[in-house]
């Protein structure tokens, strides 16, 4: 089984930046099929999409966070990181990370079939 642990959530204000990260554990072999997620508060229960590699180890990024994103992999210290700049409030979520139990589609789990992280909340203030 793959374990899933995020970390690097915090308060900020709007524009400045944070960096998660995610320390993959257990059954891990690569980046391959492995992304960030994010679920905001309130009654929005659905959780996008924010960045990931694709099977192939392609990097997709939500068109919301592109160009203020930054997904990468640390092999060494097996890590998944997200650098988030030019933060905004409407960035407020839950973060997880995940990896994909299947194929992808541009980098999202085909059928949200993965394994997920607890996550790290993220609140960007006005």
């Known amino acids: 089984q793959v374990h899933l642990v995020e970390a690097g959530g915090g308060l900020v204000q709007a524009g400045g930046s944070l960096r998660l990260s995610c320390a993959a554990s257990?059954?891990?072999?690569?980046?391959?099929?492995m992304g960030w997620y994010r679920q905001a508060p309130g009654n929005e229960r659905e959780r996008e999409f924010v960045a990931g590699f694709a099977s192939s180890g392609s990097i997709f990024y939500a068109e919301s966070v592109k160009g203020r994103f930054a997904i990468s992999g640390d092999n060494a210290k097996h890590t998944l990181d997200l650098q988030m700049d030019s933060l905004k409030p409407e960035d407020t979520a839950m973060y997880y990370c995940?990896?994909?139990?299947?194929?992808?589609?541009?980098?999202?789990?085909?059928?949200?079939?993965?394994?997920w992280g607890q996550g790290t909340q993220v609140t960007v203030s006005s």
């Open positions: 257990g059954r891990f072999f690569n980046f391959n099929a």
């Open positions: 995940a990896k994909c139990r299947g194929p992808t589609v541009r980098g999202v789990c085909a059928a949200d079939a993965a394994y």
